[in-house]
């Protein structure tokens, strides 16, 4: 057997949409391989889903040990979309969210967290089960933020206070699983 240790294998990218990994149906190189097909420890990389997948003895694996960030500002009670967040067709997705937000004038403060799950059947995106508030601590009477659905992605919202200029800032974090990755 060949000593496989510290050696150089491939690190494979796209540049489109949905592309992601697969496992080849052998595992000697052949004619019949895709372009996406991974060899044991290789890595892929989807550059415009932000996506990064290495293979395992068995399986491929999601590296998402990642976090997002988005900021904005309101005036008013309007709704406004801090981040959109697609969720693909086979994808089931939990978002966890962290938000703050304060008064301009530094009188009032707010923070919150949030959890959701979300599964996309066929372009159909459903909640599942009712978003949960870990906690949330506010000076204002009724500002507030969420999650939820538009179209085929889901947005985390706030909500301002009205007559009311606050700044807001929010990160999150996204796992998930996709069906035939495993």
């Known amino acids: 057997?060949?000593?496989?240790?510290?050696?150089?294998?491939?690190?494979?990218?796209?540049?489109?949409?949905?592309?992601?990994?697969?496992?080849?149906?052998?595992e000697t190189i052949s004619e019949d391989w895709l372009t996406t097909d991974l060899l044991i420890g290789e890595g892929f990389i989807n550059t415009i889903d932000e996506r990064i997948w290495f293979r395992s003895a068995e399986r491929i694996v999601e590296i998402t040990a990642q976090s997002y960030g988005a900021t904005a500002q309101t005036t008013d009670t309007t709704t406004v979309s801090l981040a959109i967040i697609p969720i693909p067709t086979s994808v089931c997705m939990t978002i966890q969210a962290l938000v703050n937000a304060m008064q301009t004038d530094d009188s009032k403060g707010y923070g919150s967290k949030i959890a959701a799950t979300f599964r996309n059947d066929a372009g159909t995106i459903s909640l599942i089960g009712t978003e949960t508030t870990d906690w949330e601590h506010s000076d204002f009477s009724s500002l507030t933020f969420g999650l939820g659905i538009l179209g085929t992605d889901v947005h985390i919202y706030i909500i301002g206070e009205e007559a009311t200029t606050v700044d807001w800032t929010c990160r999150y974090q996204l796992s998930f699983v996709e069906t035939g990755l495993i």
């Open 1 to 26: 057997m060949a000593k496989t240790e510290f050696s150089r294998l491939v690190w494979k990218r796209s540049s489109t949409t949905g592309v992601v990994p697969t496992i080849p149906s052998v």
